[in-house]
């Protein structure tokens, strides 16, 4: 079984940083894409960034130019820098791995379990 544990998250003040990591574990034999999705009360789920593994990434409009994302293939682990934070980045953020292939060629999504990142003075 394929688990994604996140960490990072915590109480920052605007205009701090975070640094999100995410460790995928189990019988792993490729990882198409990692990525960084959010939820804030009341909304939807939303794309934050993606990479795939060929280090192609993808950001939404909104944290473009303050947070990035990279990744270390050989240790199945994403990471999002998170600086310039804003109130409006409050949200639980979760880890997801798209095209997870296993050495069973059984091939799945998964999300992690969701880190909380409240940006609050």
């Known amino acids: 079984q394929v688990q994604l544990v996140e960490s990072g998250g915590g109480l920052v003040q605007p205009g701090g940083s975070l640094r999100l990591s995410c460790a995928a574990s189990?019988?792993?034999?490729?990882?198409?894409?990692m990525g960084w999705y959010r939820q804030a009360p009341g909304k939807q789920r939303e794309l934050v960034a993606t990479?795939?593994?060929?280090?192609?990434?993808n950001y939404a409009d909104s944290v473009k130019g303050r947070f990035t994302i990279s990744r270390d293939n050989a240790k199945n682990t994403v990471y999002l820098q998170m600086n310039s934070l804003k109130p409006e980045d409050t949200a639980v953020y979760y880890c997801?791995?798209?095209?997870?292939?296993?050495?069973?060629?059984?091939?799945?999504?998964?999300w992690g379990q969701g880190t909380q990142v409240t940006v609050s003075s």
């Open positions: 997801n791995a798209r095209g997870v292939l296993t050495i069973a060629r059984v091939r799945n999504d998964y």
């Open positions: 189990g019988s792993i034999f490729s990882i198409h894409a």
């Open positions: 990479v795939t593994s060929g280090d192609n990434t």
